[in-house]
């Protein structure tokens, strides 16, 4: 099993500072008070509602989450005498949370402005409902908390398949590529892939920002596939299911003749087919990678053509009758 060629595994925290400036505006997020603690990290996918904080239990109020406050909260806290809803701010807002988020009609209340500010713990508002807001920040947060490492290769989307072409510097990898989108494959990434893994075991592969869509070729330099191509000819980002590893040709080396030994390649932990393709003069390797693809959607709607052909081989073995048919075979074809 290959575990080669991937830098180490990075991320598990945002800064509240990143989740006001790099929603987007998606989570509607307006800030109410407590700039000085924009630098609180958020390790935490899940959000918490602090309802039972609220009745003395603040232990419960983890370090690194999101503390989400709705109306049901700001209702109960408004039917309190004030000196107590004081006691009760002033406890929670002094945790060391990332930040409190007010959804919906929740109301503005003024002590906790106040305490926030003093606190430094950040607070804001949306108009999302709790609901709603707390769907498309467990989202953010999935995405951006995902543990994250980066590898040398090029990711295209092969009929689907999201293959990820590994190699020596000089090997072939980005002429390769480019022979996929001419005919009519879309490119990810070229020469570095950023890789995420998502819950549900999934590895998801983009480009760095500041070279999305390009690709470097020795002798033309650094172009466009979108331009050059269109849109249809990339992708923002593609699952990795499939690892295809290009190599010198060896007159002595062992390559796979058969297809019965699959080997694996891991990354951040998962394991993924891999293919080891050697570059030699006349081999056409996006035509390999194409049935390479080809055959692991195959293999994943449960057909393996080099088992069948074991089971056939050791089927004929043990009943010679079971071999082909030669009945109907005309003597003068084999004159």
Not at 15 to 42: N, P
Request: with cysteine; charged share 30%; glycine share 10%.
């Amino acid at each position: 099993m290959s575990t080669d060629g991937a830098d180490s595994v990075r991320g598990g925290q945002i800064t509240v500072r990143e989740l006001a400036a790099g929603d987007g505006g998606h989570l509607e997020l307006e800030f109410l008070a407590g700039e000085a603690g924009f630098d609180r990290g958020i390790s935490a996918h899940r959000i918490q509602k602090p309802g039972l904080a609220m009745t003395g239990y603040v232990d419960f109020m983890k370090p690194g989450r999101v503390q989400v406050l709705g109306s049901t909260e700001i209702d109960y806290l408004e039917l309190l005498e004030p000196r107590q809803r004081h006691e009760i701010l002033d406890v929670i807002c002094g945790r060391p949370v990332a930040c409190f988020v007010l959804t919906g009609r929740a109301a503005v209340l003024e002590e906790l402005v106040e305490l926030c500010e003093e606190h430094g713990t950040p607070l804001f508002r949306t108009n999302l409902i709790s609901s709603e807001f707390i769907d498309r920040i467990t989202l953010f947060l999935d995405r951006h908390l995902a543990p994250r490492t980066s590898v040398h290769g090029v990711l295209m989307d092969v009929y689907g398949i999201g293959v990820l072409i590994t190699g020596e510097s000089g090997v072939g990898k980005s002429e390769c590529a480019l022979d996929l989108v001419v005919r009519g494959h879309r490119l990810v990434s070229d020469d570095i892939v950023e890789i995420r893994r998502r819950r549900g075991d999934i590895l998801l592969g983009q480009g760095p920002e500041l070279i999305k869509h390009h690709m470097e070729l020795r002798g033309l330099g650094v172009i466009n596939i979108e331009h050059l191509f269109g849109a249809a000819s990339i992708r923002a980002r593609k699952r990795i299911e499939l690892v295809v590893h290009l190599e010198k040709w060896a007159e002595r080396g062992k390559y796979e003749r058969l297809g019965l030994d699959e080997e694996k390649k891991e990354i951040m932990g998962l394991e993924l087919p891999l293919v080891r393709l050697p570059v030699a003069s006349g081999r056409n390797l996006s035509i390999l990678i194409e049935v390479a693809a080809r055959n692991l959607i195959l293999k994943l709607t449960g057909y393996h053509p080099a088992e069948d052909m074991r089971r056939r081989l050791e089927a004929a073995i043990q009943d010679p009758r079971s071999g082909p048919d030669t009945s109907d075979v005309d003597e003068g074809d084999f004159e």
